[in-house]
Structures are given as structure tokens and as C-alpha cells.
């Protein structure tokens, strides 16, 4: 499917399911946002400390458990409100697991980003403390490597992840696999797909520029009617990106399908 006929199908399945879908995400923003401020109100430390592991252990299972909520409406399936804490909650274990496997695949290109800052940072410091007392020793040359450095590596963990962005979906509907099984499974289906996956993505930037129009006009007469209308616009654009996002998975599962049929069965020959 292209990109138009992915986006058409995300509204036409969230024809009548508009609404659940703007509260069910309204509802994990309040609720994920309530947990943060709390965290503020702690006053001991050590309380404070349990409490934010806490909220960190319980956070990605509810981002999870909102991500179902959008996959059982654009299927069409029963879905009430707070599901999305049940059915997160629920699998905590396996999405940390998945969580935990798609880091071990990510952890080089998270090593040479990390030796990357550290190197310009270094680097900015010294420099800075040279040309302070001798102007004349400045020399970029280390700065500007660094710099090539990071944006190489920042590239590199971009494309590295992109094979990782399904796992939520096919952990879904692979409930019973192991989280390697999950990780490899979605760089399967996402081989060959990770530029479309990005130009869908981008598809959304005239919304997303669209919606900081709409801010940067309504904060000239009100910055409340401002931050309501840009959180309004973005509850209406987050369950259509969702869906969208969705309607991809399942077009490239489908393809992944097709194509594992028609591969021959070799047979050993006795």
C-alpha cells in the first residue's frame, strides 16, 4: 500500500472510533503526567528514588498497553478506556524483555554516540581553556572531527533502530515468543521497508507544522487558549498517526507472508 492508501485506511477505521481513541490518549497523557509531578512532591530522597524507578518500571508498559488500544480499534476489536493500563501492566515482563533485547542490538551505535559527545565535549573544554589564555592555539580540527563523528553515529543509531520500531506490534500478536524471537521478527519485516516506514513519518511534518502555526498565532492573543488548541490538535493527530502506523505493520507482515510462501522448500536428497 503507499503512503496515501495507508493514511486513507487509518481514517476510515477511525471513522466512529475518533473519539475512544482521543480519550484512551488523553487519559495515558494524564496519567503518565500525574506520575511525573508526584515525583516532584517526594520529599525524601530515598522515597523519591524508589518512586522513580517505580514510575520508570511501569511507564513502557503502559505506552504498550496504549499501543493495543489503537491496534484493537483498528481492528475493529472491543476495546474500553482504561485498557490501556490492563493490557500494559499485564505484559510488563515481556515488553521489558523486548525492551531489553532491542538494546543489546542497538548497544554498538549507543557506544560510538556516547564516545562521540565525549570526545567534542572534551574537546569544546579544552579548546576553550587554550584560546583563553592563547588565542592563538585555537584549533578546531579535533572539533570539527568529533562533530563528524557524532552526526555518523547519530545516523547509524537511526537506521539501526528503524529495524526495532515493530516490535510492540509483533509482540501483540506473538504473545507466546521470546523477546529475541520479537526483535528478530521485526527486523525481518522491516528489512528493505525502513525507508518507507520514514517517508510515512514524514508524511506528518505539514501537520505537525501546521499545529506550531496554530500555537505561535494563539499565543499572540492567549497562551492558554494556545497550549489547549496545540494539545487539542495533537490528541485529534496522535490516534491517526497511530492507526496509520498500524495499517503499515500490517501491509509489510502481509508482504512478509507472500514472500515466505513463495520460497522453495529445499529437500534433502537421499
Do not use: H
Not at 488500544?69 to 505484559?91: H, P, Q
Not at 519485516?189 to 502555526?213: H, P, V
Not at 499565543?219 to 490516534?239: E, H, R
Not at 502506523?245 to 515466505?260: C, G, L, M, V
Amino acid at each position: 500500500m503507499t503512503i496515501s492508501e495507508l493514511k486513507k485506511e487509518a481514517r476510515i477505521k477511525l471513522s466512529g472510533n475518533w473519539i475512544k481513541a482521543i480519550i484512551i490518549t488523553l487519559l495515558y497523557l494524564v496519567i503518565t503526567s500525574l506520575l511525573e509531578v508526584i515525583t516532584s512532591t517526594i520529599q525524601n530522597e530515598i522515597l523519591a528514588l524508589c518512586y522513580s524507578i517505580l514510575v520508570l518500571i511501569i511507564s513502557l508498559p503502559l505506552s504498550y498497553g496504549l499501543t493495543v488500544c489503537m491496534i484493537k480499534i483498528a481492528r475493529n476489536e472491543e476495546v474500553s478506556i482504561f485498557d490501556f493500563v490492563t493490557l500494559g501492566l499485564s505484559k510488563t515482563k515481556s515488553v521489558w524483555k523486548v525492551y531489553g533485547r532491542t538494546l543489546l542490538k542497538l548497544i554498538l551505535p549507543i557506544i560510538l554516540v556516547t564516545i562521540a559527545i565525549s570526545i567534542l565535549v572534551v574537546n569544546i573544554v579544552l579548546q576553550s581553556y587554550n584560546t583563553f589564555t592563547d588565542p592563538s592555539s585555537f584549533n578546531p580540527t579535533l572539533i570539527i572531527l568529533a562533530t563528524i563523528l557524532l552526526i555518523a553515529s547519530l545516523i547509524y543509531l537511526i537506521l539501526k533502530s528503524l529495524y526495532y520500531v515493530v516490535t510492540t506490534y509483533v509482540l501483540y500478536d506473538n504473545p507466546n515468543a521470546t523477546g529475541k524471537e520479537i526483535v528478530e521478527k521485526s527486523a525481518e519485516l522491516m528489512q528493505f521497508k525502513r525507508k518507507d516506514y520514514f517517508l510515512l513519518n514524514l508524511s506528518f511534518i505539514i501537520w505537525y507544522l501546521l499545529i506550531y502555526l496554530i500555537g505561535r498565532i494563539s499565543i499572540a492573543y492567549n497562551p492558554i487558549i494556545a497550549v489547549v488548541l496545540m494539545l487539542i490538535s495533537l490528541l485529534i493527530l496522535s490516534p491517526y498517526i497511530s492507526i496509520s502506523i498500524i495499517n503499515f505493520y500490517e501491509d509489510i507482515s502481509i508482504d512478509n507472508k507472500k514472500i515466505n510462501k513463495e520460497e522453495p522448500t529445499n529437500t534433502d536428497e537421499k
